[in-house]
């Protein structure tokens, strides 16, 4: 069974949960291109690292979900800000990360021999994530993402962070068995 990123429930909403996620450590990569296909661009470099192509050759053990979000030219996050407005989905910059087992400290970590492939830290915080099932596609990310915001802020939430699309199953999972979540930084208003 792979190991599912750790968080803890905080509270149930009618559509959304809060939850508080640790610290983590993800590898990542930066990609260019649509939403659709950035996770696919990404994928590749990211289970490289982990099927031993790094400079210890060492395996790391695959773990869920394999987190997308949007990028600017400089590879850093882009901000939420609100409203959110939905455009036809272009050819931007993303970051795809595998979040490494938890058990792994950042000093563990084997050097990439990818030169894409980044390893980072990624703070405890305090999110909204809302659960789909089907394809994650852009259309249906941005459906979501919509509706969360506009939840969260009903219910008092600031957005904090950069909202990222999370996918938890392998392609080969039937479309209406998977898991997919939208998942937002957030701190009360």
């Given at each position: 069974m792979t190991e599912q990123q750790p968080y803890q429930v905080l509270r149930q909403f009618p559509r959304f949960e809060l939850r508080h996620y640790p610290s983590y450590v993800v590898a990542?990569?930066?990609v260019s291109g649509d939403f659709d296909r950035a996770s696919n661009a990404g994928f590749g470099p990211l289970v490289g690292f982990i099927g031993g192509r790094n400079h210890a050759?060492?395996?790391?053990a695959m773990t869920a979900p394999v987190i997308q979000e949007?990028?600017?030219a400089d590879g850093t996050s882009i901000a939420m800000t609100a409203p959110v407005i939905q455009e036809p989905a272009g050819h931007g910059r993303h970051i795809v990360q595998f979040v490494m087992p938890a058990d792994m400290h950042l000093t563990q970590m084997p050097t990439p021999a990818d030169s894409r492939v980044k390893l980072r830290l990624i703070s405890a915080h305090d999110a909204v994530a809302v659960r789909y099932s089907g394809f994650?596609?852009?259309a249906k990310y941005d459906s979501k993402l919509t509706g969360l915001i506009a939840d969260l802020q009903r219910a008092g939430f600031e957005v904090a962070g950069t909202p990222r699309s999370a996918r938890f199953d392998p392609p080969w999972t039937?479309?209406?068995l998977r898991r997919n979540e939208v998942i937002v930084p957030v701190?009360?208003?």
């Open positions: 990542e990569v930066e050759s060492s395996k790391i949007s990028a600017q994650a596609s852009a039937p479309p209406f701190k009360q208003a």
